[in-house]
């Protein structure tokens, strides 16, 4: 999918994190998916628009020209890792409209692996089924579960088939959220930190970010510590299948340092725990992928202003939260940073078409009729 006129990745030397802490880069494998530092830039208009104090944008809807948003960050830890073992297939989970799962399929193309996707039913939009067919489309395998419990055993399955034929798969956690997946925002946050001390923004006093599997917002509460920035992580849960709490990020990103410490020592043993985090639990709506009113006002608004687009699951909810947060105490008047985990990349435009629905296994079919 890349092209001759594409910008160079970013080499692993030359992370924030690695400038800082080469023998981290040293000690963990890497597979270079995205072009680092992303942008920070004013919502200027939209903060007149709505008479708030000042609001900014991390443009990680940027991240790579392969895929951009949140998932290139982790999934270049994993695919690396994956790679340094061996696999030549990936597994992972999601719903059937999962950014995730299409982000893991585009990147581990890259990487020279195949994708297998176990997915559950959502709600179904016509954005969920442009997902589900572009999934069909980069290649992946795709199975249907019922339920979660039904995805750990359609999971299994796939897993001891690939065993057998000696081509084992690695296994890469919904959303990317591991304790390795989640290295990938310890460097995002070294690289605000960056940004903030060169003069592009002001410390912001709150970063509002998606909630979604926990792997982004516990790298960036672990790499904000490290870094000596006081911005509050206010982390707005869009997603209601295994939710994780403050308890269960706060471990995410005790497991992250964990595994930096093992690459460099000289990294400070911090304790991490529930208070590190503030969750927003009043914008995800009545299930996970549910269109909720707020969440277009924001959406449309920032468009309309900013032209940056978003979309209803993940990123229009979190900016409803911010927009919400930065009206009233304690934020109000205060810079509040918004974290665009979206991505900007449209995947379908390198494809010469979208595949005709009835492509799809037939267990898929019901979401189009």
Known sequence: MTSVTDPPRTPTADLALARRHPAVGAGLRRHPLCVLPTPVAPLARVARARGLGPLWVKRDDLSSPLYGGNKPRKLEW????????????????GGIGTHHGLATAIC????????????????????????????????????????????????????????????????????????????????????LAEQVRAGLLPEPAAIVVALGSGGTVAGLVLGLRLAGLRSRVVAVLVNDILPPGERRVAGLARGALRRLR????????????????????????????????????????????????????????????????????????????????????????????????????????????
């Open 78 to 93: 994993l695919l690396g890792a994956a790679r340094a073992r061996g696999r030549r297939a990936v597994i992972t989970f």
């Open 262 to 369: 093992r690459a460099d020592p000289s990294l400070p043993a911090l304790p991490i725990g529930a208070g590190d985090v503030t969750i927003e639990r009043a914008y995800l709506g009545p299930a996970y992928g549910a269109v909720t009113d707020a969440g277009v006002a924001a959406q449309r608004l920032l468009a309309d202003e900013e032209g940056i687009e978003l979309e209803t699951t993940y990123t229009a909810k979190t900016l409803a939260a911010m927009l919400d947060l930065a009206a009233r105490p304690p934020y109000r008047d205060q810079p509040l940073l918004f974290w665009n985990t979206y991505s900007s990349v449209d995947p379908g435009a390198a494809l010469p078409r979208l595949p005709d629905w009835h492509e799809l296994p037939p267990a898929f079919h019901r979401f189009f009729r």
């Open 108 to 191: 581990a193309r890259d990487a020279g692996m195949r994708t297998v996707l176990v997915l559950l039913p959502q709600p179904v939009t016509a954005h969920v089924r442009d997902t589900l067919l572009l999934h069909h489309a980069f290649g992946c395998e795709l199975h249907l579960a019922a339920s979660v419990p039904g995805v750990a055993a359609t999971a299994l399955g796939v897993l001891a088939r690939g065993a057998l034929r000696g081509e084992p798969l690695a296994i890469i956690p919904t959303g990317g959220t591991s304790a390795l997946g989640a290295i990938g925002y310890v460097n995002a946050a070294w690289e």
